[in-house]
């Protein structure tokens, strides 16, 4: 128990440390209230504006231009490269959205913003190991098949940890969100939102492409025996267009209900 | 409802289930009286060509044993370069279990599926061929000799009909070399006394045995193979070259998948070899043999249907066609006669046919233009070729009517089948309307459980889904073990994360042990359990920390009791073990092998020869593995005696279920005893992880998913060839269809029984602190109902919508005969009955 909080307060390096004990404490006062505090939606300008179209693209792209069906490590490699510029623009586009008037205490100008952009996805890069893990762990062949794997991880990495890096920035997640961001990242990762999270649209895509790839798994049994139903295709497609629906549906949320 | 209520609505069920089976699987109606010589117009049949006949079964004798590179049969190569034999893949109709193909093989009709199970039930009576028409019966009639060595099955189909037999039973797997001696020893004198018989049929085990034990690349296969050609260079040299007027035939009844089992529909399954070999021959043959498989479909030479080695064959032998055979004639072997007898032959294939064809329309052959297609395709066909009288419009003729007859002649009996459906479906509503009714507060878990059954339900319509059903629990298992864990549990467990990774990472580690499928099967190289058979100290470590899991289990167990109770317990377990494990232990090695044990345990085997007066270590395996069924007996009956006594100790279930859990392990697979130490960590931990959850509803769902996950992990599948049958005889000297029953049950439902056993552990801990122990037994009934009934139902209608689809008899159907084990022996037996009985004794 003590490994997995240490193990979460490597991932951001300038987060402030919360001694092991003081969590405990915390767990003990939830136990008593069940309903802590919910997890704040970042304060974004237009967060319509952030539906994820990039995904479809990428999701388009894996076949008509790099025809992931003739050769698919290339592909895959290709896609990834792809996928990263696209989730710099993205990334840009959280950055844009964010309200003036949050606590943007520290300016940094636009070169620190972009250095920022470039260190989450270098962050979310790395990342992948870890999401390759959970990915075996999930049922992922494990003696063979190594590479897909882990291009697969990366790309989950990519659509999943980039985006929450982006939102909620780690230097700031004490003072815009009243917790650490380890505990932060722990609360979203293990879905302990404790609000309504159907207008939170980086959160929906985020369990979009979770449950996504694990829909995609499906139709790799079936005796078909096509081309594209090799080991990471579905998954990357249920990916892509889980990130995509989960953004839709908050979307919709937002504008309609 | 009332408990008993619910139980007779459960019986109910179950004989509507059953009610519908019968249904499905219908005896089949056949034409009974004997084959007269056929009507065949103005021609006459030739002159038989062969006056005496040798039938060399080798049991799953696939055909690239045979003809291909790998095979290491060269005198059969040399004969058939020589031309002196004609060799073929004959396409072996599914199941491809060896009794439904030898009544294929002697009657030349296609197999019903009940034949596949009566194949396991070994001893009734409908099985005998005795009154249909094959071509065993015919040579019979004609007054001709047949001996039979071999495979017992022989005397089953044919108990009368033989004048000399020695049968060995095929079901003892582990004999690689006694059950083939048995056969080959009467070969000389067989030989030299050729005037004694016309008709020797032998049938060889060996081949099948090793298949079944080690796979096809095992190292016993090369050697046997050669000993087979061996038997066939012996009877050539000693009989054919000098009599030219006898016909040897050498083929496989089936194949064997590429674990070496058979049973299904895979191409390894169905491509036999077939060989005919005589003096008598000069065949030309372009393709010399050995062949490479190039494209690894095991289709070597032309492709035959088995059966049609029955029309040839009677044709060959000048005996009437058997009346139920739908082979054609093998065009290859015609070219033995000349054109007007090819064609009087051919006629009397063709009026055959037109028979059995009347016989499934239900009337004659009439050419009318009127008329569904089918029919009128034949029956245009046969009036052209009566007409012509040409080989070419013959032989149409005959293809299409094996083609029709093929894949039509199943007939269900619909009266059946809509009552069992109509019972099991009104059964089904009740418990849907109860489980509607009476579970009032919904909670995200009942909904994740709906959704979960659901999903479960759809999958019964895919055949690639019921053949990969290990996906679907395994997808569910995930699901569910992260939605409990994160959205549903009380929120003071949360973080204990390692938990939870520790129960995924073992469940992860039981997925890959045998990864049992199709699909994945071929990559036998990644199974944890195939890494394990590499070393046999690997194995045996596993194994023996396995039994010290469960031993230590015991121990602690009995805590409650005093030290000298629980230490003559645990010795006593002890002792049951380590008989378990010696016998295991002769087994797993090979006569040849024996010497690889280590001295200190020959030590001990020596002594325990002496102690029951034996000749040799085989021969201890029986009484060692009676004995720890004894000492099983004996501590459970001393542990239940003790609580009845001391009515203060109220812990003796955990005790009872520990010793429940050797049992199990001494009935496992040897390389599956790991995924046992597996179950029993994820149940202690699971304890240790809703030791406070009080939903009723996890458990069972719990129970549920991880019962079925843990049988497909054992690397059963929905298939009758996955079916292990190598702890089905522990202790037993003869085929005895109880205890063999109840044992093949017990070794292939083990992991499921412990997981089932171990949840009541579970509701003990967690549940029974909240609610009256007889709402949970309630409840817990309920909600196995509710997933049968919606899942049963989903089936059955599946079944009924896709009878007539290609896979509904080497897919659908035996997941109905599956799921009538877990519906009617598990549920009923352990979950249910077993379970209450534990519960309340508490």
């Known amino acids: 128990m003590r490994k997995a909080v240490s193990f979460s307060e490597g ?111 270098i962050i979310s890069l790395i990342m992948s190991v870890p999401v390759h893990m959970l990915l075996l762990l999930f049922g992922a062949p494990i003696l063979s098949l190594n590479r897909e794997t882990f291009l697969l991880a990366a790309h989950l990495s990519l659509l999943t940890v980039f985006p929450i890096l982006s939102t909620y920035r780690a230097n700031h997640a004490e003072k815009d969100f009243g917790m650490s961001f380890s505990t932060l990242f722990f609360r979203l990762v293990t879905v302990q939102v404790h609000g309504d999270i159907s207008k939170h649209i980086v959160y929906l895509t985020l369990l979009g492409t979770v449950f996504g790839t694990w829909l995609g798994i499906t139709p790799i049994p079936l005796d078909w025996d096509r081309p594209w139903q090799e080991w990471p295709i579905t998954l990357l497609v249920g990916a892509f267009l889980g990130n995509f629906v989960g953004g839709l549906i908050s979307s919709i949320s937002i504008l309609f209900f | ?19 519908f089976l019968k249904g499905f699987f219908p005896m089949k109606a056949v034409i009974q009286e004997e084959g007269d010589p056929h009507y065949i117009g103005n021609y006459q049949l030739p002159d038989p060509k062969f006056d005496k006949l040798i039938f060399m079964v080798v049991d799953a004798l696939r055909s690239d044993f045979v003809f291909s590179d790998h ?14 034999a004609l060799g073929y893949t004959a396409y072996s109709n599914p199941p491809t279990v060896t009794l439904p193909r030898l009544k294929g093989i002697t009657t030349g009709s296609t197999p019903s599926f009940l034949d596949a199970i009566l194949n396991i039930a070994e001893d009734d009576q409908s099985s005998s061929l005795s009154k249909q028409d094959s071509w065993v019966k015919q040579l019979w009639k004609s007054g001709a000799k047949v001996n039979m060595f071999g495979d017992d099955t022989w005397t089953k189909l044919f108990p009368e009909f033989f004048n000399k037999v020695d049968g060995t039973s095929s079901f003892y797997v582990a004999d690689f070399t006694e059950v083939d001696n048995n056969v080959t020893r009467h070969l000389n004198h067989e030989l030299q006394n050729a005037k004694d018989w016309d008709c020797m049929i032998l049938h060889y085990l060996g081949l099948d045995h090793i298949g079944h034990k080690g796979g096809p690349n095992s190292p016993h296969m090369l050697p046997k193979q050669e000993e087979m ?97 739908i082979g054609k004639l093998i065009p290859g072997i015609l070219s033995l006669y000349c054109e007007h007898e090819r064609k009087s032959l051919l006629f009397q294939n063709a009026y055959q046919l037109k028979r059995i064809l009347e016989e499934a329309f239900g009337r004659e052959l009439n050419h009318t233009k009127d008329d569904s297609s089918d029919f009128y395709l034949l029956s245009s066909l046969f009036a052209h ?31 059946n089948i809509y009552i069992g459906f109509i019972l099991f479906l009104l059964c089904s509503l009740i418990v849907l309307a109860d489980f509607i009714f009476s579970v009032q507060r919904k909670t995200n878990a009942d909904k994740l459980i709906q959704l979960i059954i659901l999903t479960y339900s759809v999958t019964m319509h895919g055949s690639s889904l019921v053949e990969e059903e290990h996906q679907t629990w395994w997808g569910l298992l995930v699901l569910f073990s992260l939605f409990s864990y994160f959205l549903l549990i009380d929120i003071k467990v949360q973080y204990k994360y390692w938990n939870f990774f520790a129960i995924m990472a073992l469940l992860r580690l039981m997925r890959a042990w045998n990864y049992s499928g199709q699909k994945l099967n071929i990559l036998s190289v990644t199974k944890t359990s195939s890494l394990l058979q590499g070393s046999s100290i690997s194995i045996w470590s596993i194994g023996i920390l396995a039994y010290c899991v469960v031993l230590n289990d015991i121990s602690r167990s009995f805590n409650e009791h005093s030290v000298g109770f629980r230490t003559f317990i645990t010795s006593m377990s002890c002792f049951e073990a380590l008989s378990s494990v010696l016998a295991k ?9 024996l010497f690889k044990i280590p001295s200190l345990i020959r030590f001990i085997l020596d002594y325990v020869t002496a102690f029951y007066k034996l000749d040799e270590w085989k021969d201890c395996v029986i009484p060692l593995l009676r004995l720890s069924f004894a000492i099983y007996a004996i501590t459970n009956a001393l542990a239940m005696l003790r609580s009845v006594l001391d009515r203060s100790s109220n812990q003796i279930f955990p005790g009872l279920l520990s010793l429940f859990n050797l049992f199990l392990l001494n009935q496992t697979k040897l390389e599956n005893m790991g995924l046992l130490v597996c179950v029993i960590l994820v149940q202690r931990l699971v304890c240790r992880l809703w030791r406070h959850s009080t939903s009723p509803s996890y458990l069972f769902t719990y129970n549920l998913l991880f019962q079925n996950f843990s049988f497909f992990c054992m690397g059963n599948t929905n298939a009758l060839s996955s079916i292990d049958l190598s702890n089905s005889f522990n202790g037993l000297r003869s085929y005895d269809m109880i205890p063999v029953g109840v044992l093949t049950f017990i070794s292939n439902w083990s992991l499921p029984i412990i997981v089932s056993l171990g949840s009541l552990q579970l509701i003990k801990i967690s549940a029974s602190q909240s609610y009256p122990i007889e709402y949970l037994i309630r409840l817990k009934l309920l909600f196995n109902m509710f997933f049968y009934s919606v899942a049963g139902s989903s089936l059955l209608v599946s079944c009924f919508n896709l009878r007539f689809h290609l896979f509904i008899w080497t897919v659908f159907s035996p997941k109905l005969l599956f799921f009538l084990s877990w519906f009617g022996l598990h549920n009923l037996l352990v979950d249910f009955l077993f379970g209450v009985a534990i519960l309340i004794t508490i």
Request: charged share 15%.
């Open chain 2, 585 to 593: 232990l002769i087994g797993f090695y090979s006569t040849a092998e």
């Open chain 2, 71 to 84: 095979s290491s049969m060269d005198f059969v190569h040399s004969l058939l370069n020589g031309g002196k």
């Open chain 2, 229 to 325: 050609d061996q038997v066939v260079r012996t009877i050539y040299s000693k009989h054919l070259l000098n009599n030219p007027n006898t016909l040897m035939i050498l083929l496989g009844d089936h194949g064997m998948n590429e674990v070496g089992n058979h049973g299904g529909s895979s191409a390894g399954e169905t491509s036999a070899g077939l060989v005919f070999i005589s003096e008598q021959f000069s065949f030309h043959s372009d393709r010399a043999v050995p062949l490479e498989d190039i494209t690894n479909s095991y289709q070597f030479l032309d492709v035959i249907q088995q059966i049609d080695l029955v029309p040839t064959l009677s044709g060959l032998l000048g005996i009437p066609i058997p009346k139920n055979n």
């Open chain 2, 1 to 19: 409802m009332k408990v008993y209520l619910l139980l007779l609505l459960y019986i109910v069920q179950c004989i509507g289930y059953i009610w």
């Open chain 1, 11 to 121: 991932l951001s390096s300038d987060s402030s440390k919360l001694s092991p004990s003081k969590k405990d404490g915390e767990d003990t006062k939830n136990e008593k209230n069940p309903n802590v505090t919910p997890l704040k939606v970042p304060p974004l300008n237009h967060p319509v504006s952030l539906l994820p179209f990039q995904s479809l693209y990428a999701a388009y792209a894996l076949f008509a231009k790099y025809d992931v069906l003739t050769n698919k490590n290339e592909a895959l490699v290709s896609s990834l490269k792809g996928l990263v510029g696209l989730q710099f623009a993205y990334g840009v586009l959280i950055l844009f959205n964010y309200s003036q008037d949050s606590t943007q205490t520290r300016k940094r100008g636009y070169f620190g913003d972009f250095a920022v952009i470039i260190l989450n996805l």
């Open chain 2, 385 to 415: 070729s009566v007409e012509f009288e040409d080989e070419e419009s013959i032989y149409a003729f005959i293809s299409t009517a094996q083609d029709y007859l093929m894949s039509s002649y199943s007939d269900y009996n619909y009266f």
